[in-house]
Each structure stands twice: as C-alpha cells, then as structure tokens.
C-alpha cells in the first residue's frame, strides 16, 4: 500500500494539460488550509511508509514538510516525495538529505517536450521545465538521484519527437537517474488536453521503442516493463497498483491522507470533480464485471491476459466510467504479447499459456466474490501436503 | 442493538442473486462525498436502517404484512430471535449466505464455518417455513401480495422472478429510459425504507401509498426525526446508472455500488483490436524535429557539452543555482553565449533583465539572435572586439557575467571582463567538469578563487579579489 500524504490535497502550482486532477480544481474542491496534527495523527495510526504528494507538495509550508519528513525519516527511515521540481530551493536539498527523502520528479521531457506540463504562459511553463531540469542535475549531483515519472503524450512522444525523448533518457541515464517511470496520458475529457493523447498505436509503438531502448540503457530501469513480464510469470508481489484488481471506492494500492487527516482515495479514480471518501470495505465488482463482459463491450472476457492486467487502471477506463476495461487496452494488450513471446522463447512459463490459467481464473473469481483479493504468487504455489 | 439488514426487495426471493445481502452490500460500499457529509450523513444513515427495522417488524406484528426478512451474521441471530420474541414474534433462520471475508469474525475459523455465513431469518406473528418467501413454494403473486407488494407491483415482479431476473433496482436502471427515478426507489437498496418492495414503475402511484404509510407509521412508533429525514431524501437529486451489471448512485451526500445480475451482457469473444479513433484529432501545434532540435540547444560541442540535453540541464541548472544572484541584477551578459540559449533561460526567469552575449563563431551568433529575437544584443566578432563593443553598449558596467574560462583566450580576456563587470559567475561545462572533477579544481587549474561559502556544483561566482587569470 502507498500512503500518499496530500496537505493540499491537488493544489498545484502549474496547470499540466492533461491532469487528471484538473477536475477537482475546477469544481473548487481544493483545500486552503490543513491540519498538521490530524494529519500526523493519521500517519500515525496508519504505521506505514508514506509518500509526500499533491497536487504538488512543495506549495506546503517549509517548516511543516520538514515536521512530516521527520516524521517519515523516524517512523520508517525515510519519506518519499513527488513533485514537479519547480519550486525546489538549494535549502531543500538539505533536508532532502537530512531526512532520507526519495525524489520523484514528474517531467516529460527537456525543454519544449514538457511544454504539455502548462504553467500559465510558454515563458512560464519553460521556466518551470528549466527549473525541474535543474533540480534533476541538482539531485544527481548531490548523490541523491531521482525516479523520473514520464507521461507519453505527443509533446514528448509524437513519431517525431520520440527519438529525442529516448536521447534524454539516455542522457539522465548519464546523469545518474536509474528509474523511470511512465505512464500513458490519462483521457479526461479537459480542454486542454485535447489533442495531446497519442492513438493506441503510438503510445505502442512509443512503448516498443523504450523498451528496446531500456535493453541499451543497462543503467536505467523502466519499471512498468519489468511488472508486466513478472505478472505474466505470476508473480505480483512487487508490481504496482494498476496490475492489482484496483476497487476505485477504497483504492487498496493508494491511500490518501487529505489535508483534514481523513483518508481518501487514488486521485486518479475522481472523475466527477469529487474527493470521494474511502468506502468502509473493499470489494471487487469490477473485476468480477469485467471477466465476464464481452470485449466489445468494455470487459475482458476471454482475455488470456486478465490475471496478469485485470482491466488496468480504473481511472483510465473507456469512458471515464470505472466500470469498464482501461482504454489503453491495446496498448497493454500488444505489450503483453511481445513480453509473453520473448519469455516463452526463453522457456519460461507464462500464466497466460498455462494450462493452469482456467483454475487460477477461477480461484480468483471465486476470492474476489467473497470480497478477499489473494496475491497471484499465492495461487500459484502447489497446494500443501495434508 | 443488532446488526440486520432488511432484505431488498421484500420476497418472494429471487433463485440466484449475486448479492444475497444486497442491502448489507450497498451500505458497505457508501462513499461519502466528504468529510462533512459523512459527519452528517453516515450517523442518519445508521438510525435510518434501524428504524426501518423497527417498522418492519412492527407492520409483522400488526399483520399488516404477514412476515418479514432480515439478514444478520451467526453471532446476531440469537439476540435477533430475543427481539422479536418480546413483540411476540417468532424468527426462524430459513437459508444462509458465505458474507464477505472483510466481515468474518477474527476468532471464527475454518472449521466453524457457520460463523462465515449471513443468515435469512424469517419473521412472522407464527413460526413460519422458508417455502413462504421462494417464488417456487406458491403462486408468487400472491408471495409478493402477503409481503406487502401492491397488486400491480406483485405481478410485475412475480414476472421478472419468472423471466430469471432478481434485482429490480437493476432492472429499472438498466431500461433505456432511466428519468424519473425517484431518490426513494433508487435508495431502496439501502434498505432503509420508504419504499420495501420492488415496484413496477418508477411512478406507480400504489407503490407511493404504500411509502406514506410506511413513513406515517414511523412517526406514529416515535421517529420523527428520522422520518424526517427520509422526506429530506426525497427531494435529492440522483445519478443513476447500470453498466456491465454494476449499479452504481450518486447522490450529493454519497455514491455507492453493487454487483447485480441485471444488466450483465451476454457471452461473446473477440480479441482486442488497435483502435485509431483514440486520440482525436491533433489540435495543438508540432514543430517538426529540425524546429525541436534547434530549440533545445544548438552548437553544444563548441562550447563544451557532450549533446544538447547537457547543455540545457547544465545552463538550467546554472539558473536555478544563481537565482539570487540573477534577483539582484539589472544586466547581465553571456561570454561565448554559443547559440543563447543561457541568455533565454536567464530570460524566462528575469524577463526586465537586460542581456547581452558574445559569440565569435558567426553561425552560433546568428543562431543566438533567433533564439533571442529581435531585441537581443549578441556581439559577434574576435573577443576583444566584442568586449570592447559591450562596454560602449553599457557604460555604467555590467552587473554578472557569465563565463567558461576554457573558452577564454587568455587571462588579459578575464580582466577585459572584469572591467565591464561588477560580478564574474564561472560556469563548468561537460568538458570542464570531465577534466577537472569539481567546480573549485577548474577554477584552481586555472590560479582562480571562487567565492566562499555553500558548494557550487556547475557555477561559482568568482572573488572579487581576483582581477586576472594567473
């Protein structure tokens, strides 16, 4: 579980184009003050490693983020922290050592690749570009090199710029950044993200080409190719939340502690312009739905690749409605495939060829009826000798 | 207190529903839309499902319905049966249901799997048989009539348990025409009254008699209070919908969802296809890659840097670091300004800044001026001659400079610098930091001294003691 600590819940200080927050802005729902003790008093009674988030967590005062990283640096070691870079001071970078803060910074490119991360003017939006840069230089200078998040979209990844985008890649990697991650863009329905979604193509195609890079680049790690081909053998202990039957009304995988110290959900999941709270219990309609709904009409049935995708992220869905299959599906589908047939030419064994597939299918059908989502590992391990 | 829900609808029940406790369900899933909401909300909602208990048996005990069913986990049943009991009525467990793993008593093991189950008890003024609420066990008609269902209603819903169906709410949702939904039929399912059987419209005016008596013998038992807030719901507007056989409410106060049987399409298969159509219509402006490349930075291996994407994170960085410097000037210039793309970072962050460069290589120099518009005061020429050029521009001096002292000619180059200028910033680029590791063993190589005070990484304001290169 990733406990994502939101004092501002999604204020942010730049307007990317295709934020899936920008919903919950325009509604007005975004907190003006927090509460730092509810707050603490909430990470407490969690217990668990938390991330610093937003909208974007440097808008909160210093000495308050200094009182939650030391608490994170206490309690767990260290904290970790995503933010857009951009309002990161020299006098940070201190205490970013001093308590153990694992950086994440979101860019999607040098320069005008990140231009779709608008932040008011294009003068002020490659003002903000250049300060993330700085700040990523900064960090690995200091020792302390960040993860990258990059959304594809076709400012950054367009046929003609993703040469570009895999040199930067290649030159962060020279930096010293070791992890990237990416995601595809989001589809709201905002204004301002009109045009900036690649076609399913692209973004597979994009996804080919950075894969093949990330066998070039031994020293940087895309984790999303990694998960897919550990969920294809199985194994899920450490994949992230979007392979992970997410229940948008009590998001397992993220958990956020609001400015009032009350828990929500993963952002990613609010498409109505509400925060909507955490519901008393997890359960798994979605996948249940999803399994058996024809693809044509935005399940995954019959789906070889259902344990191992399970429908993708909901805040991705056809549609914006949660209940139906990611509309990235031909992307996860076509990466599947590559993925499946390099591991079965290596010989291993994919839950997707598997015999096995219908009764691990149906093992989890029967675990997500009854409200319980067991590790796919654990399925897998052969049954214990009476 | 116990802990029952109220079957939805009334029985009879249907052969297979997927949600056996669909009230239990529905009211787990309940998202509040706030932390406001939820303080005011969640508490009403609580009194409310007891109250409609309340009611419900207190209809049985009047006979105005011949018995009713409730839910309740193993450990609940027998304070279930001791409630009724002293209404002088009898509860009799007639079918159970595995509940939800989240909701299993911690202690109950697998080998006491009846403390797993839900358990439909039913409750009437005699000691009744599970037969009276099947749908098989009588003419359903007349089931669903004894359970309090309105003629109308009664045949309509003995005709969707005939046709398979179980979940009325589901059904209605899924019709085409879903306006009209009125909050007290859709918030049915949370077993929380007015409306306790499934209708047969969303406007059947029997079905709406029957709700006034239900909230009329709620103030009549005491729960005025309580009734008044169902009238309160009554107003709400709602969202709702059924995709894929999942039902999900939207009201001001809360969603919630639940897994139906209705609704869920049939059987077919077909493997994913690419689609085109997603990502619209390109709308935003792309310049083609020659633009890009030019933009992001020309010229670098001239003026130090391995590739592009190094310059700009070098001179980007060379930004961020000396903002307090850049903050307290009016002028500044680039020596060797390649094709300005320092000068344009300088300027994005200090836009009334006034800037000037120097290039002697006339490509890069012209590069600089498109870069920098029409405004921009790049000096072309030998060095000497453009230094010589930017003291007649700016006579009172220049606040920073901007150097990489490999590109300087020699030291009488520094000194002509320091003439015009109030500030010297030294700048490490690729082939500076390569070669000598460290801002302060480039600038020792070469007899300078840096500024005291916090490590610079890839820039460093130059002592104003030092005039000259040694």
New interface residues.
């Given amino acids: 579980m990733t406990v994502e600590v939101r004092p501002l819940g999604d204020k942010c200080n730049i307007k990317c184009r295709y934020c899936y927050q920008e919903g919950i802005r325009t509604a007005g729902n975004v907190p003006k003050r927090y509460d730092l003790d509810a707050i603490m008093a909430t990470l407490d009674r969690l217990a668990e490693p938390f991330s610093l988030f937003g909208g974007e967590i440097m808008m909160t005062r210093r000495p308050d983020l200094e009182r939650l990283m030391q608490l994170g640096f206490d309690r767990h070691g260290g904290v970790g922290m995503q933010t857009n870079g951009t309002l990161i001071e020299e006098l940070d970078i201190e205490l970013f050592r001093k308590y153990r803060v694992r950086i994440g910074i979101s860019i999607d490119g040098p320069g005008p690749l990140n231009d779709a991360r608008w932040a008011g003017s294009l003068p002020a939006t490659r003002r903000a570009t250049a300060r993330s840069e700085a700040v990523i230089e900064t960090l690995c200078r200091e020792g302390m090199p960040p993860n990258v998040i990059v959304t594809l979209n076709r400012m950054n990844a367009a046929p003609a710029r993703l040469g570009l985008l895999c040199e930067w890649i290649g030159f962060l990697g020279s930096l010293g950044v070791r992890k990237l991650r990416l995601h595809l863009l989001e589809q709201d329905e905002t204004e301002g993200g009109e045009g900036l979604a690649l076609t399913a193509q692209e973004n597979l195609a994009a996804l080919r080409q950075l894969r093949r890079l990330e066998q070039k680049l031994p020293s940087i790690q895309f984790d999303i190719f990694a998960e897919m081909a550990a969920m294809l053998r199985g194994d899920d202990a450490r994949t992230s939340c979007v392979f992970h039957a997410c229940d948008p009304y009590a998001t397992r995988a993220v958990v956020g502690v609001e400015s009032d110290g009350r828990l929500g959900n993963c952002g990613r999941t609010n498409k109505d312009g509400v925060t909507h709270l955490r519901a008393s219990r997890e359960a798994f309609e979605r996948q249940l739905s999803l399994y058996r709904t024809p693809q044509d009409n935005g399940g995954c049935q019959g789906c070889r690749f259902f344990l191992a995708c399970k429908g993708n992220c909901p805040g991705t869905a056809i549609g914006g409605d949660w209940r139906m299959r990611s509309v990235d599906c031909p992307v996860w589908f076509g990466l599947f495939e590559d993925i499946e047939t390099e591991l079965l030419a290596s010989g291993e064994t994919v839950i997707s060829r598997s015999d096995r597939r219908p009764e691990l299918e149906a093992k989890m059908i029967a675990a997500w009826s009854i409200g319980d989502n067991p590790a796919l590992h654990s399925l897998l391990q052969p049954a214990e000798a009476p | 207190m116990t802990s029952a829900w109220l079957s939805w609808p009334r029985p009879p029940l249907a052969a297979t529903p997927r949600e056996p406790v669909v009230t239990k369900?529905a009211m787990?899933?309940?998202?509040?839309?706030?932390?406001q909401a939820?303080a005011l909300w969640q508490p009403r909602l609580e009194r409310l499902g007891a109250t409609a208990v309340a009611i419900e048996l207190e209809m049985v005990r009047r006979k105005q319905i011949a018995a009713t069913l409730l839910w309740t986990a193993y450990d609940d049943i027998e304070a279930l049966t001791e409630r009724a009991s002293t209404i002088s009525l009898h509860a009799k467990p007639i079918k159970a249901s595995?509940?939800?793993?989240?909701?299993w008593p911690l202690e109950a093991s697998i080998g006491e799997p009846k403390r797993l189950l839900d358990y439909a008890v039913l409750i009437g003024t005699v000691s009744l048989d599970a037969p009276m609420a099947e749908p098989a066990g009588d003419d359903p008609v007349q089931v669903a009539m004894r359970f309090g269902y309105p003629a109308c209603c009664a045949r309509s819903w003995a005709d969707h348990l005939r046709r398979g169906g179980s979940d009325p709410l589901a059904a209605m949702l899924g019709r085409e025409d879903k306006t009209g939904i009125h909050a007290h039929v859709a918030l049915a399912v949370l077993g929380l009254g007015p409306v306790r059987h499934a209708p047969c419209s969303t406007d059947c005016s029997a079905t709406q008699d029957r709700a006034r008596s239900f909230l009329d013998l709620g103030r009549e038992l005491g729960f005025v209070e309580e009734i008044g807030w169902l009238e309160e719901i009554a107003d709400w507007p709602l969202g709702a919908s059924l995709?894929?056989?999942?039902a999900?409410l939207?009201t001001a106060a809360?969603?919630?969802?639940?897994?139906s049987d209705e609704g869920?399409?049939?059987?077919?298969?077909?493997?994913?296809?690419?689609?085109?159509?997603?990502?619209?219509?390109?709308?935003?402006g792309?310049?083609?890659?020659d633009d890009?490349?030019a933009?992001?930075g020309a010229g670098c291996e001239a003026v130090g840097f391995e590739?592009a994407?190094?310059m700009?994170?070098?001179?980007?960085?060379v930004?961020?670091?000396q903002?307090a410097a850049l903050r307290h000037a009016a002028t500044a210039v680039h020596v060797g300004c390649g094709d300005g793309l320092l000068l344009e970072?300088i300027?994005?962050?200090r836009?009334k800044l006034t800037l000037y460069g120097t290039e002697e290589d006339s490509a890069l120099a012209e590069a600089a001026r498109r870069r920098l518009g029409p405004l921009s005061r790049v000096l072309g020429g030998t060095g000497g001659e453009a230094l010589a050029a930017l003291a007649g521009l700016a006579p009172e001096g220049i606040d920073l400079a901007f150097v990489d002292p490999e590109r300087l000619d020699d030291g009488e180059a520094l000194a002509a610098i320091r003439a015009t200028t109030r500030t010297v910033i030294v700048i490490g680029t690729d082939r500076a930091l390569h070669r000598f590791k460290d801002m302060e063993s480039l600038a020792a190589s070469m007899g300078l001294v840096l500024l005291p005070g916090?490590a610079a990484?890839?820039s460093a304001a130059l002592s104003p003691a030092m005039d000259r290169l040694h």
């Fill in positions: 369900a787990q899933r309940i998202s509040f839309s706030g932390p939820r595995l509940g939800y793993a989240a909701d995709v894929n056989g999942i999900e939207k809360f969603r919630c969802t639940w897994l869920a399409p049939r059987a077919r298969k077909a493997a994913p296809a690419l689609r085109a159509e997603r990502g619209k219509a390109v709308a935003i792309l310049g083609d890659s890009i490349i933009e992001l590739n994407f190094a700009r994170s070098r001179f980007s960085t930004v961020w670091e903002t970072l300027a994005q962050t836009p916090r990484r890839v």
